[in-house]
């Protein structure tokens, strides 16, 4: 299945693309938003484009050959500070778009081993070349360590009870298939929850494993803080995040970057803040009609904001 962009016009309309502009999609998945920001450049604005997943850029390559306007690189987005000073773009961004999580040809090709629902080999890495499989992650995770990350980042109710029940499989034969993973998950479960779920009984535990393995929570720090950094004066900032860790995280670099610090009893006297940011509207959700065509919409929320001229110390 081709990737259906969320939030597609609304994403673009808060990067408020100029015709000579300088955006980064830093995830570019199918370019459903690239292709959006592109049509609103004229012929001296510039588009880079990054997706750590190899199957990404060659889409990209391919789509974007002989536009001049496009630059695409293989680069996971933590490493985009670099990127930027090497091109010499430093402060010259005028707006950043990340738009979280997998693309729906990731979780539909059985081989890249997101999915439950199709066999495949349990993999997940979104950038197949580094990094451990989740085969190889499981293999060798303690018990409290996979508690906590699928009652952290899956936000499973019955994190305890599939831990441990991973970890007795794996020590009878490996788990190295997705669909064996998913059996021991629902298994694991107490059967009326397993019925009564409105999704996948494995949808919550694959997700919290794919975030650990590919540090999704950390590398989104990395980004934000390097993001806010690299933009241009009146540059935006707009994020679409998935799960309520990653929304969080956005919400509160948004805030560290806009709100001054309150007085503390250890400083009680304010000190000199200067903001980076201002915070563009609130938070957007995606509207019913969305929703109801593109069901990946449900969760998605996404936030805006604009980095302010450099002196605006309060
Ligand atoms: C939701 S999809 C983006 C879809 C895209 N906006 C479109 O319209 O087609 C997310 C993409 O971001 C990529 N991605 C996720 N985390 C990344 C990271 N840390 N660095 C680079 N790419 C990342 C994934 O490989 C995936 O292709």
Not at 218 to 230: A, C, K, R, S, T
Not at 295 to 313: G, I, N, T, Y
């Amino acid at each position: 299945m081709d990737h259906v962009p969320v939030l597609l016009e609304a994403a673009v309309d808060a990067l408020r693309v100029r015709k000579d502009g300088i955006y980064i999609d830093a995830t570019y998945g199918r370019g459903g938003h690239s292709r959006a920001i592109l049509d609103r450049l004229g012929a001296a604005g510039r588009l880079i484009g990054l997706d750590q997943d190899p199957t990404a850029i060659a889409h990209a390559e391919q789509a974007h050959r002989g536009d001049e306007r496009v630059v695409m690189a293989q680069r996971n987005f933590s490493e985009l500070s670099s990127l930027i000073h090497s091109m010499g773009l430093d402060h010259q961004i005028d707006g950043l778009l990340i738009d979280l999580g997998v693309s729906s040809p990731q979780l539909d090709d059985a081989g890249r081993g997101f999915s439950f629902r199709t066999d495949g080999p349990l993999d997940m890495r979104m950038n197949p070349d580094t990094g451990i499989s989740a085969a190889e992650w499981l293999a060798h995770v303690d018990q409290a360590t996979l508690t906590r990350v699928i009652r952290d980042f899956g936000e499973e109710r019955y994190a305890g009870r599939i831990a441990r029940a991973i970890i007795e499989a794996q020590q009878h034969s490996p788990l190295v298939r997705t669909q064996q993973l998913a059996e021991v998950i629902e298994q694991a479960m107490p059967p009326a929850a397993r019925n009564a779920s409105a999704i996948h009984p494995a949808t919550r535990t694959f997700q919290a494993i794919r975030i650990a393995l590919n540090h999704e929570l950390d590398v989104l720090e990395q980004v934000l803080e390097d993001g806010i950094d690299m933009l241009a004066p009146a540059g935006r900032l707009v994020v679409i995040s998935f799960h309520s860790l990653e929304d969080r995280l956005v919400k509160q670099a948004i805030h560290r970057a806009a709100v001054p610090p309150p007085a503390s009893r250890r400083s009680p006297v304010a000190v000199k803040f200067s903001p980076q940011l201002k915070k563009i509207g609130k938070l957007v959700r995606p509207d019913d009609a969305e929703c109801a065509r593109n069901p990946r919409a449900r969760s998605s929320k996404m936030r805006v904001a604009e980095k302010l001229p450099r002196e605006q110390a309060v």
